[in-house]
């Protein structure tokens, strides 16, 4: 059964060091906080995939390769 929202935008939450840039460069506000944290004790980011046009900002403003544009 597929979810009403495709996924457009893969998180690798164990790659965030919390520096947040993609959530203060994204525009149409599609990333924000988890609330999950990873194994570094970092809270890491989430997509909203009906928020998200796969501009592709966070995938170029983030040093560490979060994000997998689909």
């Given amino acids: 059964m597929q979810s009403e929202t495709m ?3 893969k998180v ?4 965030c060091k919390g520096c947040y840039l993609c959530i203060a460069s994204c525009r149409k506000g599609a ?3 988890s609330g999950r944290t990873n194994k570094r004790g970092i ?3 989430a997509v909203d995939q009906a928020l998200c046009v796969q ?3 966070c ?4 040093p ?3 994000f997998e544009i689909l």
Avoid at 12 to 15: G, L, S
Avoid at 59 to 62: A, D
């Fill in 64 to 66: 560490d390769l979060v």
């Fill in 7 to 9: 996924e457009k935008v």
């Fill in 12 to 15: 690798n939450e164990e790659r």
């Fill in 59 to 62: 995938y170029t403003m983030c």
């Fill in 31 to 33: 990333i924000r906080l």
């Fill in 43 to 45: 809270v890491t980011v």
């Fill in 55 to 57: 501009c592709g900002v």
